[in-house]
Protein backbone atom coordinates (compact mmCIF):
# COMPACT_ATOMS: atom_id res chain seq x y z
CA UNK A 1 0.00 0.00 0.00
CA UNK A 2 3.52 2.60 0.61
CA UNK A 3 3.70 2.24 -3.44
CA UNK A 4 0.54 2.50 -3.99
CA UNK A 5 0.25 6.11 -1.97
CA UNK A 6 3.48 6.77 -3.47
CA UNK A 7 2.37 6.67 -7.15
CA UNK A 8 -0.81 8.90 -6.05
CA UNK A 9 1.33 11.72 -4.66
CA UNK A 10 3.71 11.95 -7.13
CA UNK A 11 1.79 11.25 -10.19
CA UNK A 12 -1.73 12.80 -9.01
CA UNK A 13 -3.46 9.96 -10.72
CA UNK A 14 -6.87 9.53 -11.74
CA UNK A 15 -9.44 6.77 -11.40
CA UNK A 16 -8.55 5.93 -14.99
CA UNK A 17 -4.71 5.74 -14.26
CA UNK A 18 -5.84 3.36 -11.36
CA UNK A 19 -8.12 1.22 -14.11
CA UNK A 20 -5.10 0.73 -16.22
CA UNK A 21 -2.45 -0.16 -13.35
CA UNK A 22 -4.77 -2.73 -11.82
CA UNK A 23 -5.00 -4.02 -15.37
CA UNK A 24 -1.06 -3.91 -15.48
CA UNK A 25 -0.21 -5.23 -12.31
CA UNK A 26 -2.75 -8.49 -13.09
CA UNK A 27 -0.85 -8.67 -16.64
CA UNK A 28 2.80 -8.64 -14.25
CA UNK A 29 1.22 -11.21 -12.06
CA UNK A 30 0.25 -13.34 -14.94
CA UNK A 31 3.71 -12.95 -16.70
CA UNK A 32 5.98 -14.15 -13.33
CA UNK A 33 3.68 -16.94 -12.74
CA UNK A 34 4.17 -18.35 -16.26
CA UNK A 35 7.80 -17.50 -15.99
CA UNK A 36 7.73 -19.95 -12.72
CA UNK A 37 6.30 -22.60 -14.37
CA UNK A 38 8.08 -22.48 -17.41
CA UNK A 39 8.95 -20.65 -20.68
CA UNK A 40 5.57 -22.50 -22.34
CA UNK A 41 2.43 -20.81 -20.71
CA UNK A 42 0.07 -23.55 -22.22
CA UNK A 43 2.73 -26.36 -20.36
CA UNK A 44 1.98 -25.01 -17.01
CA UNK A 45 -0.50 -26.79 -14.59
CA UNK A 46 -3.79 -26.20 -14.31
CA UNK A 47 -3.51 -25.44 -10.47
CA UNK A 48 -1.06 -22.29 -11.75
CA UNK A 49 -3.53 -20.97 -13.97
CA UNK A 50 -6.00 -20.87 -11.27
CA UNK A 51 -4.04 -19.38 -9.12
CA UNK A 52 -3.02 -16.39 -11.72
CA UNK A 53 -7.15 -16.53 -12.22
CA UNK A 54 -7.66 -15.73 -8.69
CA UNK A 55 -5.08 -13.16 -8.64
CA UNK A 56 -7.19 -11.41 -11.60
CA UNK A 57 -10.46 -11.98 -10.26
CA UNK A 58 -9.32 -9.93 -6.67
CA UNK A 59 -8.61 -7.07 -8.92
CA UNK A 60 -11.25 -7.22 -11.13
CA UNK A 61 -13.94 -10.01 -10.79
CA UNK A 62 -14.90 -9.82 -13.96
CA UNK A 63 -11.43 -10.25 -16.07
CA UNK A 64 -10.84 -13.13 -13.61
CA UNK A 65 -14.06 -15.09 -14.26
CA UNK A 66 -13.37 -13.79 -18.44
CA UNK A 67 -9.79 -15.81 -17.87
CA UNK A 68 -10.80 -18.99 -16.21
CA UNK A 69 -13.17 -19.42 -18.29
CA UNK A 70 -11.18 -18.80 -21.01
CA UNK A 71 -8.59 -21.17 -19.89
CA UNK A 72 -11.08 -24.09 -19.70
CA UNK A 73 -11.14 -23.80 -15.92
CA UNK A 74 -14.81 -22.61 -15.45
CA UNK A 75 -17.53 -23.15 -17.88
CA UNK A 76 -19.45 -20.21 -18.43
CA UNK A 77 -22.87 -21.18 -16.55
CA UNK A 78 -24.00 -19.46 -13.38
CA UNK A 79 -24.17 -22.64 -11.71
CA UNK A 80 -20.28 -23.33 -12.36
CA UNK A 81 -19.29 -19.81 -11.34
CA UNK A 82 -21.57 -20.06 -8.15
CA UNK A 83 -19.56 -22.89 -6.76
CA UNK A 84 -16.31 -21.44 -7.68
CA UNK A 85 -17.56 -17.94 -5.22
CA UNK A 86 -18.86 -20.41 -2.79
CA UNK A 87 -15.90 -22.55 -2.39
CA UNK A 88 -13.84 -19.33 -2.31
CA UNK A 89 -10.08 -20.38 -1.97
CA UNK A 90 -8.42 -17.91 -2.56
CA UNK A 91 -10.67 -15.31 -3.54
CA UNK A 92 -11.00 -11.81 -1.84
CA UNK A 93 -14.62 -11.87 -0.20
CA UNK A 94 -14.98 -8.27 -1.01
CA UNK A 95 -14.69 -9.40 -4.43
CA UNK A 96 -16.82 -11.79 -4.50
CA UNK A 97 -19.47 -9.39 -3.04
CA UNK A 98 -19.14 -6.83 -6.04
CA UNK A 99 -19.44 -9.37 -8.45
CA UNK A 100 -22.58 -10.60 -7.24
CA UNK A 101 -24.06 -7.44 -6.41
CA UNK A 102 -24.19 -6.43 -10.36
CA UNK A 103 -27.52 -5.86 -11.88
CA UNK A 104 -26.73 -7.51 -15.10
CA UNK A 105 -28.58 -10.22 -15.85
CA UNK A 106 -26.07 -13.48 -16.14
CA UNK A 107 -24.52 -11.60 -12.85
CA UNK A 108 -28.00 -11.88 -10.69
CA UNK A 109 -28.96 -15.71 -11.98
CA UNK A 110 -25.23 -16.58 -10.43
CA UNK A 111 -26.27 -14.70 -7.31
CA UNK A 112 -29.81 -16.60 -7.26
CA UNK A 113 -27.27 -20.25 -7.77
CA UNK A 114 -25.00 -18.83 -5.03
CA UNK A 115 -27.93 -18.12 -2.21
CA UNK A 116 -29.09 -21.56 -3.12
CA UNK A 117 -25.73 -23.75 -2.28
CA UNK A 118 -26.34 -22.41 1.14
CA UNK A 119 -28.51 -24.55 3.16
CA UNK A 120 -30.53 -22.83 6.35
CA UNK A 121 -32.67 -25.37 6.81
CA UNK A 122 -34.01 -25.55 10.31
CA UNK A 123 -31.93 -22.87 11.06
CA UNK A 124 -32.78 -20.04 13.14
CA UNK A 125 -32.91 -16.48 11.38
CA UNK A 126 -29.27 -15.45 12.99
CA UNK A 127 -27.71 -18.31 12.40
CA UNK A 128 -28.69 -18.34 8.24
CA UNK A 129 -27.56 -14.76 8.48
CA UNK A 130 -23.89 -15.46 10.10
CA UNK A 131 -23.55 -18.31 7.33
CA UNK A 132 -24.44 -16.01 4.77
CA UNK A 133 -22.68 -12.95 5.91
CA UNK A 134 -19.17 -14.85 5.98
CA UNK A 135 -19.83 -15.78 2.72
CA UNK A 136 -18.90 -13.08 1.39
CA UNK A 137 -18.84 -8.94 2.05
CA UNK A 138 -21.84 -6.75 1.73
CA UNK A 139 -20.96 -4.13 -1.24
CA UNK A 140 -21.86 -0.55 -0.12
CA UNK A 141 -24.14 0.04 -2.51
CA UNK A 142 -28.05 0.30 -1.76
CA UNK A 143 -29.45 -1.44 -4.94
CA UNK A 144 -27.13 -4.21 -4.48
CA UNK A 145 -27.68 -4.77 -0.51
CA UNK A 146 -31.70 -4.60 -1.55
CA UNK A 147 -30.47 -7.39 -4.44
CA UNK A 148 -28.61 -9.64 -2.44
CA UNK A 149 -31.21 -9.82 0.85
CA UNK A 150 -33.84 -10.01 -1.56
CA UNK A 151 -32.53 -13.45 -2.23
CA UNK A 152 -31.83 -14.15 0.56
CA UNK A 153 -35.38 -13.49 2.62
CA UNK A 154 -36.71 -15.60 -0.14
CA UNK A 155 -34.27 -18.75 0.20
CA UNK A 156 -34.50 -18.65 3.70
CA UNK A 157 -38.75 -18.73 3.45
CA UNK A 158 -38.59 -21.41 1.02
CA UNK A 159 -36.72 -23.82 3.24
CA UNK A 160 -38.59 -22.75 6.34
CA UNK A 161 -42.03 -22.11 5.14
CA UNK A 162 -43.83 -22.00 8.63
CA UNK A 163 -41.59 -19.05 10.39
CA UNK A 164 -42.88 -15.93 8.11
CA UNK A 165 -46.04 -15.70 6.43
CA UNK A 166 -43.78 -13.58 3.52
CA UNK A 167 -40.43 -13.21 2.31
CA UNK A 168 -40.82 -9.36 3.12
CA UNK A 169 -41.45 -9.98 6.80
CA UNK A 170 -37.77 -12.08 7.11
CA UNK A 171 -36.36 -9.15 4.93
CA UNK A 172 -37.01 -6.69 6.73
CA UNK A 173 -36.08 -8.80 10.04
CA UNK A 174 -33.01 -9.61 9.02
CA UNK A 175 -31.98 -5.94 8.09
CA UNK A 176 -33.14 -5.01 11.71
CA UNK A 177 -30.44 -7.82 13.20
CA UNK A 178 -27.57 -5.83 10.75
CA UNK A 179 -28.55 -2.77 12.40
CA UNK A 180 -28.90 -3.94 15.80
CA UNK A 181 -25.29 -5.63 15.14
CA UNK A 182 -24.21 -2.24 14.69
CA UNK A 183 -26.04 -0.29 17.38
CA UNK A 184 -24.93 -2.75 19.94
CA UNK A 185 -21.28 -3.59 18.84
CA UNK A 186 -19.97 -0.43 16.96
CA UNK A 187 -17.85 1.96 19.38
CA UNK A 188 -19.49 4.83 17.25
CA UNK A 189 -22.28 4.23 18.33
CA UNK A 190 -23.44 5.90 21.52
CA UNK A 191 -26.51 5.51 22.21
CA UNK A 192 -26.93 1.19 22.14
CA UNK A 193 -30.78 -0.18 20.98
CA UNK A 194 -32.14 -1.92 23.70
CA UNK A 195 -34.79 -4.70 23.51
CA UNK A 196 -37.99 -2.65 23.78
CA UNK A 197 -36.50 -1.27 20.83
CA UNK A 198 -36.06 -3.44 18.92
CA UNK A 199 -39.68 -5.04 19.44
CA UNK A 200 -40.92 -1.73 18.90
CA UNK A 201 -38.97 -1.59 15.79
CA UNK A 202 -40.16 -4.78 14.12
CA UNK A 203 -44.21 -4.43 15.50
CA UNK A 204 -46.51 -5.40 12.39
CA UNK A 205 -43.80 -6.93 10.41
CA UNK A 206 -45.26 -10.34 9.59
CA UNK A 207 -48.55 -8.97 7.24
CA UNK A 208 -49.93 -7.32 10.12
CA UNK A 209 -49.18 -8.66 12.51
CA UNK A 210 -46.57 -8.75 15.20
CA UNK A 211 -43.81 -11.64 15.55
CA UNK A 212 -43.80 -13.43 18.64
CA UNK A 213 -41.68 -11.71 21.66
CA UNK A 214 -39.59 -14.75 22.60
CA UNK A 215 -38.52 -14.83 19.08
CA UNK A 216 -37.61 -11.25 18.95
CA UNK A 217 -35.93 -11.57 22.70
CA UNK A 218 -34.15 -15.01 21.25
CA UNK A 219 -32.70 -12.67 18.22
CA UNK A 220 -31.90 -10.16 20.69
CA UNK A 221 -29.78 -11.82 23.20
CA UNK A 222 -28.17 -13.56 19.77
CA UNK A 223 -26.34 -10.59 18.69
CA UNK A 224 -25.91 -8.99 22.06
CA UNK A 225 -23.62 -12.01 23.19
CA UNK A 226 -22.01 -12.69 19.85
CA UNK A 227 -21.61 -9.81 16.65
CA UNK A 228 -21.59 -11.52 13.31
CA UNK A 229 -18.24 -12.26 12.55
CA UNK A 230 -17.36 -10.44 9.03
CA UNK A 231 -14.82 -12.02 6.82
CA UNK A 232 -11.32 -10.38 6.52
CA UNK A 233 -9.10 -10.87 3.56
CA UNK A 234 -5.56 -10.73 2.90
CA UNK A 235 -4.30 -7.47 2.70
CA UNK A 236 -6.11 -7.11 -0.67
CA UNK A 237 -8.86 -6.09 0.73
CA UNK A 238 -7.60 -3.15 1.89
CA UNK A 239 -6.16 -2.14 -1.73
CA UNK A 240 -9.71 -2.71 -2.96
CA UNK A 241 -11.04 0.10 -0.60
CA UNK A 242 -8.50 2.98 -1.32
CA UNK A 243 -6.59 1.51 -4.50
CA UNK A 244 -9.38 2.87 -7.18
CA UNK A 245 -10.89 5.59 -4.70
CA UNK A 246 -13.65 8.66 -6.21
CA UNK A 247 -11.23 10.91 -5.42
CA UNK A 248 -8.27 11.97 -3.40
CA UNK A 249 -5.68 14.40 -2.56
CA UNK A 250 -4.47 16.97 0.02
CA UNK A 251 -6.78 19.02 1.87
CA UNK A 252 -6.67 21.22 4.97
CA UNK A 253 -8.87 20.52 7.15
CA UNK A 254 -10.01 22.36 10.27
CA UNK A 255 -9.71 20.66 13.89
CA UNK A 256 -12.85 20.85 16.01
CA UNK A 257 -11.91 21.88 19.63
CA UNK A 258 -8.94 23.55 18.50
CA UNK A 259 -9.40 25.77 15.16
CA UNK A 260 -6.18 24.70 14.06
CA UNK A 261 -5.50 24.08 10.24
CA UNK A 262 -3.81 20.55 9.21
CA UNK A 263 -2.88 19.34 6.26
CA UNK A 264 -4.23 14.98 5.40
CA UNK A 265 -4.49 13.61 2.94
CA UNK A 266 -8.17 12.42 1.74
CA UNK A 267 -9.73 9.22 0.10
CA UNK A 268 -13.29 9.23 -1.29
CA UNK A 269 -14.58 5.75 -1.75
CA UNK A 270 -17.60 3.36 -0.82
CA UNK A 271 -19.60 6.28 0.72
CA UNK A 272 -16.89 7.23 3.49
CA UNK A 273 -14.29 10.17 3.62
CA UNK A 274 -10.78 8.79 5.14
CA UNK A 275 -8.18 11.05 6.06
CA UNK A 276 -4.33 10.37 6.71
CA UNK A 277 -1.33 12.52 8.22
CA UNK A 278 0.94 10.83 5.32
CA UNK A 279 0.08 9.21 1.90
CA UNK A 280 2.51 6.31 3.30
CA UNK A 281 0.14 5.73 6.59
CA UNK A 282 -1.50 2.13 6.43
CA UNK A 283 -4.15 2.95 8.88
CA UNK A 284 -6.74 6.49 8.40
CA UNK A 285 -6.43 9.11 11.07
CA UNK A 286 -10.16 9.37 10.74
CA UNK A 287 -13.32 8.04 8.89
CA UNK A 288 -16.39 10.13 7.97
CA UNK A 289 -18.84 8.09 7.00
CA UNK A 290 -21.45 10.01 4.43
CA UNK A 291 -24.57 9.34 6.11
CA UNK A 292 -27.17 12.17 6.78
CA UNK A 293 -24.98 14.88 6.12
CA UNK A 294 -24.26 17.85 3.18
CA UNK A 295 -21.89 19.59 1.89
CA UNK A 296 -22.00 23.05 1.01
CA UNK A 297 -19.23 25.75 -0.27
CA UNK A 298 -18.73 28.41 2.81
CA UNK A 299 -16.08 31.63 3.24
CA UNK A 300 -13.47 31.65 5.84
CA UNK A 301 -11.31 34.27 6.08
CA UNK A 302 -8.32 32.41 7.12
CA UNK A 303 -8.34 30.07 4.42
CA UNK A 304 -9.51 29.97 0.27
CA UNK A 305 -11.69 27.71 -1.41
CA UNK A 306 -13.33 26.10 1.67
CA UNK A 307 -16.25 23.83 1.95
CA UNK A 308 -17.70 21.97 4.74
CA UNK A 309 -19.58 18.88 5.71
CA UNK A 310 -22.50 19.20 8.20
CA UNK A 311 -25.29 16.93 10.06
CA UNK A 312 -28.99 16.99 8.36
CA UNK A 313 -30.84 15.15 11.29
CA UNK A 314 -28.29 15.06 14.39
CA UNK A 315 -26.35 16.98 16.21
CA UNK A 316 -23.08 15.80 15.59
CA UNK A 317 -21.71 13.79 12.83
CA UNK A 318 -21.05 10.22 12.76
CA UNK A 319 -17.52 9.64 12.60
CA UNK A 320 -14.27 8.74 13.90
CA UNK A 321 -10.63 9.57 14.82
CA UNK A 322 -7.49 7.86 16.71
CA UNK A 323 -6.18 10.03 19.33
CA UNK A 324 -2.58 11.06 20.38
CA UNK A 325 -2.13 7.46 21.89
CA UNK A 326 -3.64 5.85 19.38
CA UNK A 327 -7.34 4.93 20.76
CA UNK A 328 -10.25 5.23 18.28
CA UNK A 329 -12.52 7.48 19.68
CA UNK A 330 -15.49 9.31 18.40
CA UNK A 331 -15.47 12.43 16.54
CA UNK A 332 -17.87 15.55 18.41
CA UNK A 333 -17.86 17.76 15.09
CA UNK A 334 -20.64 19.04 13.95
CA UNK A 335 -19.28 20.42 11.06
CA UNK A 336 -15.76 19.09 9.49
CA UNK A 337 -14.43 22.35 7.55
CA UNK A 338 -11.85 21.53 4.56
CA UNK A 339 -10.08 23.79 2.67
CA UNK A 340 -8.58 23.27 -1.16
CA UNK A 341 -5.46 24.40 -3.02
CA UNK A 342 -7.70 25.83 -6.05
CA UNK A 343 -11.36 26.92 -7.08
CA UNK A 344 -11.26 24.05 -9.07
CA UNK A 345 -10.94 21.55 -6.97
CA UNK A 346 -12.91 22.92 -4.14
CA UNK A 347 -15.62 22.44 -6.84
CA UNK A 348 -14.48 18.73 -7.97
CA UNK A 349 -14.36 17.52 -4.04
CA UNK A 350 -18.10 19.02 -3.63
CA UNK A 351 -19.11 17.50 -6.93
CA UNK A 352 -17.59 14.11 -6.40
CA UNK A 353 -18.69 14.21 -2.48
CA UNK A 354 -22.06 14.58 -3.50
CA UNK A 355 -22.36 11.83 -5.27
CA UNK A 356 -21.35 9.33 -2.72
CA UNK A 357 -23.52 11.21 -0.08
CA UNK A 358 -25.81 8.25 1.34
CA UNK A 359 -29.44 8.90 3.69
CA UNK A 360 -28.62 5.44 5.03
CA UNK A 361 -29.90 3.01 2.76
CA UNK A 362 -30.68 0.28 5.57
CA UNK A 363 -33.39 2.65 6.63
CA UNK A 364 -34.71 3.52 3.24
CA UNK A 365 -34.59 -0.30 2.01
CA UNK A 366 -36.59 -1.12 5.28
CA UNK A 367 -39.12 1.71 4.94
CA UNK A 368 -39.80 0.42 1.54
CA UNK A 369 -40.39 -3.22 2.57
CA UNK A 370 -42.53 -1.87 5.07
CA UNK A 371 -44.85 0.11 2.98
CA UNK A 372 -45.31 -3.25 0.87
CA UNK A 373 -46.32 -4.94 3.61
CA UNK A 374 -48.81 -2.36 4.87
CA UNK A 375 -50.52 -2.55 1.11
CA UNK A 376 -50.20 -6.49 1.17
CA UNK A 377 -52.06 -6.36 4.57
CA UNK A 378 -54.54 -4.11 3.33
Not at 224 to 237: A, R, S, V
Not at 348 to 361: A, G, L, M, V
Amino acid sequence: MTLMYLLSAERAASAVFYVQLKDEMADVTAEMETLEGGDDGKNNPKSKQMSIGRKKFNMDPKKGIEYLIDHGLLKNTPDDISKFLYNGEGLNKTAIGDYLGERHDFNQTVLDSFVALHNFTDLILVQALRQFLWSFRLPGEAQKIDRMMERFARHYCDLNPTIFKHPDTCFVLSFAIIMLNTSLHNPAVKDKQTLEQFINMNRGIDNGDDLPRELLESLYESIKTEPFKIPEDDGNDLMHTFFNPDREGWLWKQGGRYKSWKRRWFILNDNCLYYFEFTTDKEPRGIIPLENIEVREVHDRNKPHCFELYATSTDFIKACKTDSEGKVVEGKHTVYRMSAATHDEKEEWIKCIRQSISHNPFYDLLAKRKKNIQKNNS
